[in-house]
T-cell receptor, first 117, second 109 residues
Framework: DGGITQSPKYLFRKEGQNVTLSCEQN?????MYWYRQDPGQGLRLIYY???????QKGDIAEGYSVSREKKESFPLTVTSAQKNPTAFYLC????????????????FGEGSRLTVL | GIQVEQSPPDLILQEGANSTLRCNFS?????LQWFHQNPWGQLINLFY???GTKQNGRLSATTVATERYSLLYISSSQTTDSGVYFC???????????FGSGTKLNVKP
């Protein structure tokens, strides 16, 4: 089945440790995104990538890093520089049909819950 | 960036009631979508509706792009409709999606 797979679903980390969240899609989408959601809040954009080997900072990129070496993969690293990393992280993708038509429909993975102990 | 305002922020319904959720954008957007976030956090695509009206069972949505708003109608609500409803859109010629703060719906039996 086509979709977006995030792993792990739950992750516990000690303070000072880096952690990498995986996001893989087999939808053949060009654009991929990482969002953060805190309890009772909306979604905030961390990073996004419109094409392989290129990515842009979102609204809350500090303390995070990404890579886009393959079209289907967009891992997110939460570094020790992120002051409050406990949150729900959502990966998404869209087809990016054209710059005229825009990004196309956005699809989400099931999310990863990170807890810092 | 584009501001997205959703109303109401919270809504409590008795099972069987109807409701209308609203989403206003501060500027023109493409790719307007409605999502339902279930209790496990997963975001489910409800409608991809840049303009016009669509219906899917008890749910329907209308987007008036020229006036920069969209409406989500829920008829004969069920307890399984509970959760948070988000709208989102992307600015023309740009891939960045802007989300509203959501409407939290609680349908009571």
């Amino acid at each position: 089945d086509g979709g977006i797979t995030q792993s792990p679903k739950y992750l516990f980390r000690k303070e000072g440790q880096n952690v990498t969240l995986s996001c893989e899609q087999n939808l053949n989408h060009d654009a991929m995104y990482w969002y953060r959601q805190d309890p009772g809040q909306g979604l905030r954009l961390i990073y996004y990538s419109q094409i392989v080997n290129d990515f842009q900072k979102g609204d809350i990129a500090e303390g995070y890093s990404v890579s886009r070496e393959k079209k289907e993969s967009f891992p997110l690293t939460v570094t020790s520089a992120q002051k409050n990393p406990t949150a729900f992280y959502l990966c998404a993708s869209s087809i990016k049909s054209s710059y005229v038509l825009g990004a196309g429909e956005l699809f989400f993975g099931e999310g990863s819950r990170l807890t810092v102990l | 960036g584009i501001q997205v305002e959703q109303s109401p922020p919270d809504l409590i319904l008795q099972e069987g009631a109807n409701s209308t959720l609203r989403c206003n954008f501060s500027d023109s957007v493409n790719n307007l979508q409605w999502f339902h976030q279930n209790p496990w956090g997963q975001l489910i695509n409800l409608f991809y509706i840049p303009s016009g009206t669509k219906q899917n069972g008890r749910l329907s949505a209308t987007t008036v792009a020229t006036e920069r708003y969209s409406l989500l109608y829920i008829s004969s609500s069920q307890t399984t409709d509970s959760g948070v409803y988000f709208c989102a859109g992307a600015a023309p010629n740009f891939n960045k999606f802007y989300f509203g703060s959501g409407t939290k719906l609680n349908v009571k039996p």
